[in-house]
């Protein structure tokens, strides 16, 4: 459920705060429990990180860019 993928989202981001796959899956839970900003907050944060561009894509899907 969304409140369990958030909580599993921050613990990885306790441990690497700029992990954009961990950005991505808390901003999925953001959404699934109807935080619209706090999600878009966090593909923000996860666009701007280097990373695969398979995740970079998906984020900007969800952005809409």
Known sequence: ?????FVN???ALRADPKSPEALF???LARRA???PAGARRDLEEA????GNNVLRR??????GA
């Open 9 to 11: 989202a921050e613990r």
């Open 25 to 27: 899956a808390r901003a």
């Open 1 to 5: 459920d969304a409140e369990a993928a």
């Open 58 to 63: 998906q984020v900007e899907e969800l952005l």
């Open 47 to 50: 666009r701007r990180q280097p």
């Open 33 to 35: 429990s109807g935080d």
